[in-house]
């Protein structure tokens, strides 16, 4: 729902073109829920209600797939493309989101299950949350001025 009313807003707020991702922190504002969204929440709910670390992983795989599916399939039906400066192309806001929180969740579900004995439970979702926060602050704003 966060990364839908990101999206949603970023339609709505800009004019008719809307092609380019502003540079800097405003650009890493309307990245931020998307990838908090995908790269921690996705991450931290599951391994925080699992019942065991295989349950957790998976929960993990399932509920970013689920998410970043959704979030695409909204960006492609509000065609709504940002300019991608690096590559050159124009890509719909939900895959860029996407490509951004895949480090994150990556980096939250390893912090998640190796810096804790069982790797699920509420001290590693708590661990996941708090890696994958760290990580995806310094994401957003790199991605921000890079793009």
Known sequence: MLSVGTLVAFQLS???PRLTLPNGL???LILAPAVV???IFAVSYPTFLAATREDAVLGV????LVAADA????SFVARDAVLIHPLGRSL???VVAAALAVPVAVVGLAIGQLSTPV???RSA?????????????VVVVVAAYCV
Do not use: E, K, T
Not at 71 to 74: A, D, E, K, N
Not at 125 to 137: D, F, M
């Open 92 to 94: 719909p806001l939900g």
């Open 14 to 16: 800009r004019p008719a």
């Open 26 to 28: 405003d650009g890493s």
């Open 71 to 74: 979030f695409m399939l909204v």
């Open 37 to 39: 969204a995908l790269g």
């Open 125 to 137: 979702g708590l661990r996941s949350a708090l890696g994958g926060a760290a990580l995806g602050l």
């Open 119 to 121: 790797g699920f439970g």
């Open 61 to 64: 795989l399932a509920a970013f």
